[in-house]
């Protein structure tokens, strides 16, 4: 088992910067695939960002790429999601998911592992 914890979340203004960290406890997830998702009400939760189990293969979703970031400390079994000049739309709760693959994955249904969330709230 992986247990993934998510923090970071928050309220801040359009233009503005979060940073989210997911700490996994448990078994490591090395060797796996990590993700960030999103989800808002009556959506589905879509890939944001996504990274290999080296950490040197990245996917972003359009809306992400030139403002998210995606990166992954093995030795600390974090990954983290930079978010820079946030907008409203980027609203939503907000998932780290370890996969079963090594290479980063766009269904969640290809991820075995997912953390509680955490609501990123971006006003105008």
């Known amino acids: 088992q992986v247990q993934l914890v998510e923090s970071g979340g928050g309220s801040v203004q359009a233009g503005d910067s979060l940073r989210l960290s997911c700490a996994a406890s448990?078994?490591?997830?090395?060797?796996?695939?990590l993700g960030w998702f999103r989800q808002t009400p009556g959506k589905e939760r879509e890939l944001v960002a996504g990274?290999?189990?080296?950490?040197?293969?990245?996917q972003y979703a359009d809306s992400a790429k030139g403002r998210f970031t995606i990166s992954r400390d093995n030795a600390k079994n974090t990954v983290y999601l930079q978010m820079n000049i946030l907008k409203p739309e980027d609203t939503a709760i907000y998932y780290c998911?370890?996969?079963?693959?090594?290479?980063?994955?766009?269904?969640?249904?290809?991820?075995?592992?997912w953390g509680q969330g955490t609501q990123v709230t971006v006003s105008s």
């Open positions: 448990g078994r490591t997830f090395g060797g796996r695939a």
């Open positions: 990274i290999d189990w080296i950490g040197t293969r990245t």
């Open positions: 998911a370890a996969s079963d693959f090594g290479t980063p994955q766009a269904s969640p249904q290809l991820y075995g592992y």
